[in-house]
């Protein structure tokens, strides 16, 4: 699967998600520029609202495989890829 296919996929799911009533804070209009902040207190608050979407494993599983150096995924923050937000409400943050 090419990368446009993977991640016309995960769009697909995020919508389904949305549609049917699961909040995906990323689609959010009130919360969707927290995904793209370059602030890092923000891009935390926005990895922890990650934390409570049903479409994080299909998130997960696209950024895995595509890595995306931008903004905020699958519950990560480009500040500290690989790490999921319970790690920096662990006290690893980089604050």
Request: hydrophobic residues 35%; glycine residues 8%; contains cysteine.
């Amino acid at each position: 699967m090419s990368r446009s296919e993977a991640l016309s996929d995960l769009m697909q799911q995020i919508f389904t998600h949305d549609e049917s009533g699961r909040s995906v804070p990323c689609v959010n209009p009130k919360l969707s520029t927290w995904w793209l902040s370059e602030d890092v207190e923000t891009q935390e608050a926005a990895a922890l609202a990650c934390t409570t979407c049903p479409a994080l494993h299909d998130c997960r599983t696209y950024v895995d495989e595509w890595l995306e150096v931008g903004g905020v995924w699958a519950a990560r923050i480009p500040a500290t890829k690989g790490r999921h937000a319970r790690d920096l409400l662990a006290g690893g943050g980089s604050r």
